[in-house]
């Protein structure tokens, strides 16, 4: 499974951007699948979780602000991102776990930096 993220790039506080993560296998069966970031200096947070049949999970500290959902049709996970902060600035990785396997399979990452 490869997964690939895109949508990455410089942004002003206040702006938005959306993440892409592509998978190349059918997502239909994951049973998480996911935006995480790494900020330097920082260990790799959670940002948001997307699993079927439940709720998607976010960090406090975007939620409100940034929206995960999925296209199965497509094998995508998307991050829609409003609001951005200085403070979002990281590398974002994307992250798939599928069903009847304990393998979590990421992506590459894509840089976000929210600058004036």
């Known amino acids: 499974v490869q997964l690939q993220a895109s949508g990455g790039g410089l942004v002003q506080p206040g702006g938005s951007l959306r993440l892409s993560c592509a998978a190349s296998t059918s997502i239909f069966s994951i049973t998480v699948m996911g935006w995480y970031r790494q900020a330097p200096g920082k260990r790799r947070e959670l940002v948001a979780t997307?699993?079927?049949?439940?709720?998607?999970n976010y960090a406090g500290s975007v939620e409100g602000r940034f929206t995960i959902s999925k296209d199965t049709a497509k094998n995508t996970v998307y991050l829609q991102m409003n609001s951005l902060q200085q403070e979002d600035t990281a590398v974002y990785y994307c992250?798939?776990?599928?069903?009847?396997?304990?393998?979590?399979?990421w992506g590459p990452g894509t840089q976000v930096t929210v600058s004036s």
């Open positions: 997307i699993s079927p049949g439940r709720d998607p």
């Open positions: 992250k798939a776990r599928f069903r009847g396997e304990v393998t979590d399979y």
